[in-house]
T-cell receptor, first 117, second 115 residues
Framework: AQSVTQLDSQVPVFEEAPVELRCNYS??????LFWYVQYPNQGLQLLLK??????LVESINGFEAEFNKSQTSFHLRKPSVHISDTAEYFC???????????????FGTGTQLKVEL | NAGVMQNPRHLVRRRGQEARLRCSPM?????VYWYRQLPEEGLKFMVY????????ESGMPKERFSAEFPKEGPSILRIQQVVRGDSAAYFC?????????????FGPGTRLTVL
């Protein structure tokens, strides 16, 4: 079975400062990794994903994450955060359902990013 | 193209009543997933459906919970005889196909409160 660990439940940071949200996973097979963002009272939105190829993946709003197989990590980083980045961030790993070809996601417990002035 | 629709957004039930949660996937999406988010926790997979078929229900509680995705109409998550521990946010996601390359698009969720 796969699992995802997000060690930091809350990360406070000042605006324009850099931030790193940590994510570690465990799996016995090749994985696909995702970061989702959830704004208050909304559903989850995909931020970025790693399927294969370059281990560094980027989002359109300045976030990036690096897949590190040896450390089984997929940490999320942003060099300069904005107030609007305040949200909850979930790391997830894909558990490919062989029957029917589905894509079951296993989520971490989330990290609340709070950006302050 | 409208996103994934879920209704109701908020649902209050008393212990012992039934809760019916509806999910309309994005147009053209034939794969539906249901997840549950308990307070202070991440989302937990419940069930994966394709049209008229339950593909994987390994995350569903053995009793009181059922799901369907009929040929016509929305997917329904049904909880019979609700208990306080069922209070949670229930999210539906849809994708156009299977496989890890297909992004799951999430609805806004239904927040169930059991009194």
């Amino acid at each position: 079975a796969q699992s995802v660990t997000q060690l930091d439940s809350q990360v406070p940071v000042f605006e324009e400062a850099p931030v790193e949200l940590r994510c570690n996973y465990s799996s016995s097979v090749s994985v696909y990794l995702f970061w989702y963002v959830q704004y208050p009272n909304q559903g989850l939105q995909l931020l970025l994903k790693y399927l294969s190829g370059s281990t560094l993946v980027e989002s359109i709003n300045g976030f990036e994450a690096e897949f590190n197989k040896s450390q089984t990590s997929f940490h999320l980083r942003k060099p300069s955060v904005h107030i609007s980045d305040t949200a909850e961030y979930f790391c997830a790993v894909s558990d490919l359902i062989l029957t029917g070809g589905g894509n079951k996601l296993t989520f971490g417990t989330g990290t609340q990013l709070k950006v302050e002035l | 193209n409208a996103g994934v629709m879920q209704n109701p957004r908020h649902l209050v039930r008393r212990r012992g009543q039934e809760a019916r949660l509806r999910c309309s996937p994005m147009k053209g999406h034939s794969h539906v997933y249901w997840y549950r988010q308990l307070p202070e926790e991440g989302l937990k997979f419940m069930v994966y459906l394709q049209k008229e078929n339950i593909i994987d229900e390994s995350g569903m509680p053995k009793e009181r919970f059922s799901a369907e995705f009929p040929k016509e109409g929305p997917s329904i998550l049904r909880i019979q005889q609700v208990v306080r521990g069922d209070s949670a946010a229930y999210f539906c996601a849809s994708s156009p196909g299977g496989g890890a390359g297909n992004e799951q698009f999430f609805g806004p969720g239904t927040r169930l409160t059991v009194l």
